[in-house]
T-cell receptor, first 110, second 114 residues
Framework: RKEVEQDPGPFNVPEGATVAFNCTYS??????FFWYRQDCRKEPKLLMS???SGNEDGRFTAQLNRASQYISLLIRDSKLSDSATYLC???????????FGSGTKLNVKP | NAGVMQNPRHLVRRRGQEARLRCSPM?????VYWYRQLPEEGLKFMVY????????ESGMPKERFSAEFPKEGPSILRIQQVVRGDSAAYFC????????????FGSGTQLSVL
């Protein structure tokens, strides 16, 4: 079983839509969680960390459910510029290894 | 504060040649990670290094690939006798190695093997 699993998509949504991505992780010892964004042929960039209490950054909301071992990312009022691949990342700090999901592709259409 | 620096950005090699990819981590970061990404695929972990030590190389092919992170200077990913299948984007990332710290990525090296 993969350490981190994501629905590859693509998610095709119109501008202004709300879209949610989920990600599951297999190791209950995982301690740190992140969402990264990757544009075509570019390096991944940190979008936001995910905290146990959930956190919001503008139109983006991240949540963590430790009992079910999943992480979610909600994007409200989608913009064309949100089109990218979103990567779920999990870190088991005791080993300091970062595990990447294969990414969920989002296409926001006019 | 400069970010993670990778060079070259693009590298073209003929089959059988050697490729050397360099990565200078962010200032204050002592942990370096190398990832490979094939077209239309996700990031694949290759190797995790701290200064002068390989911590985890479980993602590295057993032959032709090696990595180092010397006490002085950048981390080097070396691919000997390259083949067409080595063509990919190679990303380096660094972290300070502290709890809950994030990874920061360089812009990557696009390796093309002719």
């Amino acid at each position: 079983r993969k350490e981190v699993e994501q629905d590859p998509g693509p998610f095709n949504v119109p501008e202004g839509a709300t879209v949610a991505f989920n990600c599951t992780y297999s190791n209950s010892a995982s301690q740190s969680f992140f969402w990264y964004r990757q544009d075509c042929r570019k390096e991944p960039k940190l979008l936001m960390s995910v905290y146990s209490s959930g956190n919001e950054d503008g139109r983006f909301t991240a949540q963590l459910n430790r009992a079910s071992q999943y992480i979610s990312l909600l994007i409200r009022d989608s913009k064309l510029s949100d089109s990218a691949t979103y990567l779920c990342v999990v870190n088991r700090d005791s080993f300091n290894k970062f595990y990447f999901g294969s990414g969920t592709k989002l296409n926001v259409k006019p | 504060n400069a970010g993670v620096m990778q060079n070259p950005r693009h590298l073209v090699r003929r089959r059988g040649q050697e490729a050397r990819l360099r990565c200078s981590p962010m200032k204050g970061h002592s942990h370096v990670y190398w990832y490979r990404q094939l077209p239309e695929e996700g990031l694949k972990f290759m190797v995790y290094l701290q200064k002068e030590n390989i911590i985890d190389e479980s993602g590295m092919p057993k032959e032709r690939f090696s990595a180092e992170f010397p006490k002085e200077g950048p981390s080097i990913l070396r691919i000997q006798q390259v083949v067409r299948g080595d063509s990919a984007a190679y990303f380096c990332a660094s972290s300070p190695g502290l709890t809950n710290e994030k990874l920061f990525f360089g812009s990557g090296t696009q390796l093309s093997v002719l």
